[in-house]
């Protein structure tokens, strides 16, 4: 069982930063591939970004464009999504999930944080 929390949601101005962390719960955390989703009203839900327990990561290249970047800190059970030049188009609530599946871009994956909101005002 994997508990998520995130935080570092908020109000910023459009081409400022944020960054989103999420907290995870278990010891096997270092088995599992983290990753980042968003859902803005009335969208489904996207994938963003995931990084593999090995530090390998994939993103959803159309939408971030290379202002995002994931990481994470094995020893502290931490996943982290830095966002630069943030846009109006950003606006959503983030979440974070957990698989055991490497393929967590297209399966549901098995965890799921409550998620954070992310408000990008131009």
């Known amino acids: 069982q994997v508990q998520l929390v995130e935080s570092g949601g908020g109000l910023v101005q459009a081409g400022g930063s944020l960054r989103l962390s999420c907290a995870a719960s278990?010891?096997?955390?270092?088995?599992?591939?983290m990753g980042w989703f968003r859902q803005a009203p009335g969208k489904e839900r996207d994938f963003v970004a995931a990084?593999?327990?090995?530090?390998?990561?994939?993103y959803d290249v159309k939408s971030v464009k290379g202002r995002f970047t994931i990481s994470r800190d094995n020893a502290k059970n931490m996943v982290y999504l830095q966002m630069n030049s943030l846009q109006s188009e950003d606006t959503a609530v983030y979440y974070c999930?957990?698989?055991?599946?490497?393929?967590?871009?297209?399966?549901?994956?098995?965890?799921w944080g409550q998620g954070t909101q992310v408000t990008v005002s131009s």
């Open positions: 990084i593999g327990w090995s530090g390998d990561t994939i």
């Open positions: 999930a957990a698989s055991v599946s490497q393929y967590i871009r297209t399966i549901r994956p098995e965890y």
């Open positions: 278990g010891r096997t955390f270092s088995m599992y591939t």
